[in-house]
């Protein structure tokens, strides 16, 4: 029996991993490895602000890391963490490192690499398209707790952290989904449609009844679709 893929949980903007601490604790329960990433651009820093792409080297370093390890790696993506969380597994896809162990003939195949990227409420631009382009018409963050009484979501949004502005503009590089099966959530069906589009691959959709933010106002679920998606990789 094949040892279960390692999860990558890549957060949302504004969102340090304590934001998510039921879901990695009540899913490392059920037997999964999972690691939380604190993104670059989360936090106050000092000098110059880091982007979108600092925060894609560091995901692809993590992740490069448990790869290295022989290990498979299910990668689930929130909001913002969609965008870099792609561009982040540049180099990294199980089939792309297939392909190049098979062109590096003295050299074993590769073992080891990203075979499924999941996104909760999520982005997965096009390339050369950036967070803000695709929120550019997007509501105001209120919708964000939407599905929570207004003091909840108020105390939820007290727990923000600071956010690198500049970040959202940086641009998409990377088809990822032309490498690995993605999973996006319900609210962007124009997302699905066109990774669809771009992919030639059907999209596996799971529709839940929540706001932005799932893993404030339903984490049991967030925790079953998670392992779901872990147990079809």
């Not at 880091?50 to 925060?55: E, L, N, V």
């Not at 022989?70 to 990294?92: N, P, T």
């Not at 590769?110 to 018409?137: E, F, N, Q």
């Amino acid at each position: 029996m094949s040892p279960k893929p390692t999860i990558l949980l890549v957060p949302g903007s504004f969102s340090p991993p304590p934001f998510y601490e039921s879901i990695p604790n009540s899913t490392s329960s059920k037997g999964y490895e999972i690691h939380t990433l604190h993104l670059p651009t989360i936090g106050k820093k000092d000098g110059k602000p880091p982007t979108m792409a600092d925060d894609a080297a560091f995901i692809n370093a993590a992740a490069a890391k448990i790869v290295d390890e022989g290990k498979d790696i299910v990668v689930v993506a929130r909001s913002y963490g969609g965008v870099c969380a792609s561009e982040g597994a540049k180099g990294l896809p199980k089939a792309e490192r297939g392909k190049e162990g098979k062109k590096e003939r003295k050299k074993e195949r590769k073992k080891g690499g990203i075979v499924r990227i999941a996104y909760i409420t999520a982005l997965a631009p096009a390339v050369g398209v950036s967070t803000s382009g695709v929120l550019a018409d997007a509501p105001n963050a209120e919708i964000v707790f939407s599905d929570l009484p207004p003091a909840e979501g108020q105390a939820w949004a007290r727990k923000f952290s600071h956010h690198s502005r500049i970040s959202f503009a940086g641009q998409s590089t990377y088809p990822v989904y032309k490498y690995i099966l993605l999973i996006p959530p319900s609210a962007q069906q124009l997302g699905i449609e066109f990774v669809e589009r771009e992919s030639g691959k059907k999209v596996d959709v799971t529709r839940i009844d929540t706001g932005h933010r799932p893993n404030a106002s339903a984490p049991g679920k967030v925790v079953d679709w998670i392992v779901g998606v872990v147990e079809k990789a």
